[in-house]
């Protein structure tokens, strides 16, 4: 759920902007008018954010860089992924993880553009910036929209892992179990999360 139109935006910071902007951020939804309308509109999922100068978000041209951190310790980073959609006026010029470009872009805020990150995450803190560049030559409405979906997995048992790396392993276990109770189903290894019974 976004925070409301108007709102101190809580979740990004702006790392970077072309000299002369403001560098806090509020949130706009449709109740807020232009420029939401001709950007892309809000929805229970999401809302725009932008340059906390008014309410059309007005800011120099130049590169905006909407930044936000999040914790992946305690879970495995090497299978982390992001997957989701992204807006940006004027256009979404990249976005990094970790100070590394994962070549996504968005060519406007008409629409939606999609994105997906599926490697170069870290242990503990990680850093993505959202690269926006507000074209024009004056100062003019530019924001950021973005639905994101985290996914990584929390580390499994030594066990499990050994039974997922040697197959004939899990093979022979199902068959001893097997044997043992004829007729009961035999659950798959390789699908049990480490807090399964």
């Given amino acids: 759920m976004p925070l409301g139109n108007g709102a101190a935006e809580i979740h990004y910071t702006l790392a970077n902007a072309p000299d002369g902007a403001t560098t806090s951020l509020r949130v706009a939804t449709s109740a807020n008018g232009y420029p939401v309308g001709y950007w892309s509109g809000d929805n229970n999922a999401s809302a725009w954010i932008g340059p906390n100068s008014g309410p059309s978000l007005d800011g120099p041209s130049g590169t905006y860089d909407y930044q ?10 090497q299978r982390a992924s992001i997957s989701g959609l992204w807006s940006a006026d004027n256009t979404g010029v990249d976005i990094l993880l970790n100070g590394v470009s994962t070549g996504n872009k968005a060519d406007g805020f008409g629409s939606f553009y999609n994105l ?82």
Avoid: W
């Avoid at 892992?161 to 022979?172: D, H, K, S, V």
């Fill in 68 to 77: 936000t951190t999040f914790d992946l310790s305690g879970l495995n980073a």
């Fill in 116 to 197: 997906a990150i599926n490697s170069g995450f870290v242990d503990g803190v990680n850093t993505l910036d959202f690269i926006v560049d507000n074209a024009g030559g004056m100062d003019s409405p530019t924001g950021l929209r973005t639905e994101l979906v985290g996914r990584a997995d929390v580390p499994e048992p030594a066990t499990m892992a050994l039974l997922r790396a040697r197959p004939e392993i899990n093979a022979l276990i199902r068959s001893k179990i097997s044997e043992l109770y004829q007729g009961v189903k035999v659950i798959e290894f390789d699908h049990l999360s480490p807090d399964d019974p």
